[in-house]
Structures are given as structure tokens and as C-alpha cells.
């Protein structure tokens, strides 16, 4: 009789997830976190003390890069919702949009355009884009892997920890791989630019293993 019950909950959404599968879609969200956070925490400094850009050119194009977000993310949302391709309504542009998201990753901290106005916002607007183009149906996806409320705490408590998990790995992490680097064990040296891009190539990396 369980198993009956079981099996008309599935065949209605109600699945069930074991922890592996849930560590499993959670370590999406520690990868993208990788990324993520990284730019979120290191970007500004990079650009500024290492790349060569004005604060305030920095601010500006930090706040340009949101107002693109703003009008960007609902265009995806849209996009996404309406169409099914063949590898899967959600799984394909995680699987053709990652290639270009780590490329655009990795080109923000490279620092052989040093100085260039124009070679950053092409760069960092690029990765703003591609990553609402993963993150939008990556997040979709977590509503379309069971109906039971139970199972979608548990999976979201999961995907908190392996966010927050990432999170704390950049910010303990990536001074240290920097340093490392570094010729003068500075994180915010124009002598540390390509340790910044060495470092970024190992997240890049790092989140291609945890894709895998």
C-alpha cells in the first residue's frame, strides 16, 4: 500500500531526493558562488589598485552593470519560460552558456588590457549577462525537481550551506592564493595582475571539476 501511495505521489511530482542528490544540485550553487563572489568581493579592488581604473569610473560602470541586470533579467526569465530546446528546457543553456561564462570569468582579471575603460565593460557586462543566462534556469530548476514542501526545504537548506560554503572558501581562499602569486605578496599591487589571473583561471577551474 506505501509503495502504491509512492508511486501516484511521483507520477504527480511528489518526488523524493536522496541527500546525495541533493548535495549533488547544491554543489551548483557552491560553483556559482565561486564565481560569483569572487566578483563581488575582489573585482572592485582588482580594477581599481591592479587594473589601473578611477574609482569613480569604477562606480559608474558598477552601477551601469546593474541597470543592464535590471532589464536583462526578465528578458531571460521570459525567454526561458517560453521555449523548450532538445537538451532540456533548463539543462541546455547550463550546458552551452557555461563555455562562455568561465571564458568572460577569467578575461575580467586579466590584466594585459591594463587601463582600458572599454575592455572592462565589455568583459564584466558580458559575464553579468551569461550568468542571469545560467543562474535564471538553474533556479527554475530547483521547482521542477519535486512538488513536496518537505523535500524543497531540505533542498533548499542544502543549497544554502554549499552557497555559503563557496562563499567562505573565496574569502578565506583567494587572498592567500593571490599572495602566493604574487612578487611583491600583495593582493592590490599592479605587480599582483597576473597572480590575480592565475587565481581566477584556479576558481575557473575548480568550477569546471564541481560541474563534472
Known sequence: MQAKTRSVNES???YKLSQIQRIGFGSGDLAQNLIYQTVSMYLLIFYTNVFGISAAAA???FLVVRIVDVIWDPIVGAFVDKRNPKMGKYRSYLILGGI???GFAILCFCNGFSGSL???YVTYVGLSMLYTLINVPYGALNASLTRDTNEITKLTS????MANLGGLAV???VPIVVQYFSPDGKINSRESGEAWFITYVLVVWTVNCWGQ
Not at 158 to 161: L, Y
Request: aromatic share 22%.
Open 59 to 61: 562606480g559608474v560602470m
Open 171 to 173: 574569502g578565506y581562499g
Open 100 to 102: 562562455p561564462l568561465t
Open 12 to 14: 504527480k511530482g511528489f
Open 158 to 161: 542544502t543549497r544554502m550551506f
Open 118 to 120: 572599454v575592455y572592462a
